[in-house]
């Protein structure tokens, strides 16, 4: 083997490996560290005085919710003439049809990733769970497990809709959170 062979074989799973590294974190550590927000938010039951809640979440463009949005569909309905071969056919069929609408909603509905979330029922007390990497849009239904209550999440600082507004005051005298994040 050559000197140069050597060192090629010597240096590749290093050059691999930060490789990888790198695209682990330009394509997904960065990019999501950049755009996790921290949202300030209150939940509210009729009948009983609101607890404060902590959020913090992604959001995700028009474009990106769309484009995904259409991938799931197109990919499940692509599913359809290959799937209808296989026992018990129709069902095959039926739950890819109807998977393929029930994503596209999910995904096309879904403004946030959620990242953490902390809050606690307004009528037991009893905190909150809102799955990490859930797609919600906001203001949001949580059930409580605990009292069957289902409190409203609404995020108070940092609303989502005033960029969809752009800056317009909000009917709630909400405040903008600051966009300082690089
Ligand atoms: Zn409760």
Redesign the pocket.
């Known amino acids: 083997m050559t000197a140069r062979g050597v060192v090629v074989r010597r240096r590749l799973p290093g050059v691999l490996g930060g490789l990888a590294g790198r695209f682990r974190s330009v394509a997904q550590y960065e990019a999501e560290r950049q755009k996790v927000r921290r949202f300030v938010g209150r939940l509210d039951l009729f009948g009983f005085p609101s607890t404060p809640a902590v959020l913090e979440a992604v959001r995700r463009s028009r474009w990106e919710r769309t484009s995904i949005a259409i991938l799931a569909l197109v990919g499940c309905w692509a599913l359809i003439p290959i799937v209808m071969f296989i026992p018990p056919h129709i069902e095959w069929v039926l739950a890819a049809f109807i998977g393929g609408i029930v994503l596209f909603w999910r995904h096309w509905r879904g403004e946030y990733v959620v990242k953490r979330f902390e809050g606690a029922?307004?009528?037991?007390?009893?905190p909150l769970d809102v799955k990490t990497g859930s797609l919600v849009r906001f203001p949001r239904a949580i059930p409580?497990y605990?009292?069957?209550?289902e409190?409203w999440l609404e995020v108070v600082e940092g609303d989502p809709t005033e960029e969809r507004s752009h800056g317009a005051p909000h009917q709630r005298n909400t405040v903008a959170l600051s966009r300082d994040t690089p």
């Open positions: 029922c307004p009528s037991c007390q009893t409580c605990s009292c069957h209550h409190p």
